[in-house]
DNA sequence: GAACTCTCATTTGTCAAACAAATAGGAGCA
DNA sequence: TGCTCCTATTTGTTTGACAAATGAGAGTTC
């Protein structure tokens, strides 16, 4: 399969796509610069302007450039963002989780260690900002009207914050995949399979482990939640391998394929 | 920004995109599925194809979907790898390491976090298949004629298949992010600040350390290599904002930009 | 009857020309 | 000077068409 990749040519959209990648990674093309109009594009490339479009969007469907209309209108490179970044990764993560590409015990483990690693690193690096953010959260979670949705939310805020505290952006950025990818698809698989105050006590005796400076109590407190948590999991995990068995063949049902109208 | 994002609705090819998206995470539309073809994808949506087009293009770009010609063609739904995962994680961190967003001693913390979070799992997961690689990574790095990029490249299998040895697949999927994402980059942006001959004694070590089961020795190791490194990062760091002072102004080249004759 | 070739219908890939919509800048005017 | 309106530019979208790939079935040959 890959041998056809390489001996048929790309489609044209991915090869002008590819040749404009290339030039923003390599400078030449700079940040919030301007790029030629469409048609003087397809002109250069020798397509027609479709073409370029198609290729436009493959770049703007990773964030890589924006469009405006008008006459100082037009496509520029966008300035990359962290935050961006972390939306792309976390996006791609929460996509595979929910098509199974992931066991939820393999997510457990994984989350476990990564989350172990950032603790030193918190604890020489926090600051009373995401103290605050951490109590905050632990204090909203004690709410026992708090909807589902909004305890597995504050879940993933308490968290990030944990990563937060490195103030490492890399460390910030790469636990994306986990933190902002990963769990809140895990969350909502498995809420109905575990309580919240074991949680919540965990949660509370990790701020102040931060909080206290105490490195080897904090990892203490994560391996005890990842423990619980795997318990869970495993429910979790058995009951969406016997959904499968019998899922209903839906018909294809595209949302908002209706009368658009007012184009 | 943002609020302009909220009052004004998207282009009818993004609405399409995410609708889309949407039925494919959901489960409405299954893996290998086939979609509609582009014209009753066009009527449904009261659009053009062309727009459905773009729709479509925006989706291949995140390995969505893939597409193919003739009669028992059309566009089907792709079953999302964690190879293709890892490629998508990999190149958006190398863009954003390649464009500045992040310095190099916070990429170099950063994996030894991270690494040092997999030794434990990798001590006990490891398998004759990692060990293997890694020595052999090992006795290739000690070859005096390897070219600077093939050695890189080397070091990269290395520290992959260090994690390849916890067998957890979220983590060697959310380690693609560093090992073979910023890595690389900061590879190539360092290579000439640092010598050879450390990191291939290290990598020796590490190796050893993981294949006698020595957790503590391993991480030792790996601090060593951090510590060397970072050096090597700071001096290239300052060589990057040197750099960056006098940079020319290259004109605009776009790569392909020419007859491409054979349309 | 089996196997091979050829034609054809289907579907994506690409092109061409046009109109719609947004918008910045300038002409005209008070 | 400052306001309004017009206009040119650029992306967004539509329509219609042709090109290219390809699987399936008809027809032919052994």
Redesign the pocket.
């Known amino acids: 399969m890959s041998i ?1 990749y390489d001996i ?1 040519p ?6 002008i796509a590819d040749a404009i990648r290339e030039a923003i990674v390599e400078g030449r093309l700079k940040i919030d610069e ?9 002109d250069r ?10 290729a ?2 493959r770049l ?1 469907a990773h964030n890589l450039i924006r ?9 520029f490179v966008n300035r990359p963002s962290e935050e961006e970044g972390r939306a792309e990764l976390a996006t791609t993560a929460a996509l595979m989780v929910s098509l199974d590409v992931f066991s939820l015990p393999e997510v457990a483990e994984a989350r476990w260690q990564l989350e172990q690693a950032c603790i030193p690193l918190a604890v020489a690096n926090r600051r009373p900002a995401e103290l605050d953010t951490m109590i905050a959260e632990v204090r909203r979670q004690e709410d026992p009207d708090l909807s589902d949705e909004e305890f597995c939310a504050s879940d993933v805020r308490f968290h990030r914050a944990l990563v937060d505290a490195t103030h490492n952006p890399v460390l910030r950025f790469t636990l994306a995949t986990v933190i902002e990818g990963l769990q809140p698809a895990v969350n909502m698989a498995v809420y109905r399979f575990r309580e919240r105050a074991p949680l919540v006590d965990q949660h509370r005796r990790l701020y102040e482990a931060i909080r206290d400076e105490d490195v080897s109590a904090a990892i203490e407190v994560l391996s005890e939640q990842m423990t619980y948590l795997r318990a869970s999991y495993d429910r979790a995990q058995a009951w969406r391998e016997g959904r499968d068995q019998l899922e209903d063949t839906q018909h294809l049902t595209i949302a908002g394929e209706k009368e ?1 109208g007012a ?1």
């Open positions: 056809k048929e790309a489609s044209l959209s991915v090869q301007r790029l030629p109009t469409e048609q003087e594009l397809a490339f020798n397509v027609s302007r479709p073409t370029v479009r198609e436009l969007k703007a469009s405006r209309r008008g006459p100082a209108g037009g496509t658009t184009v």
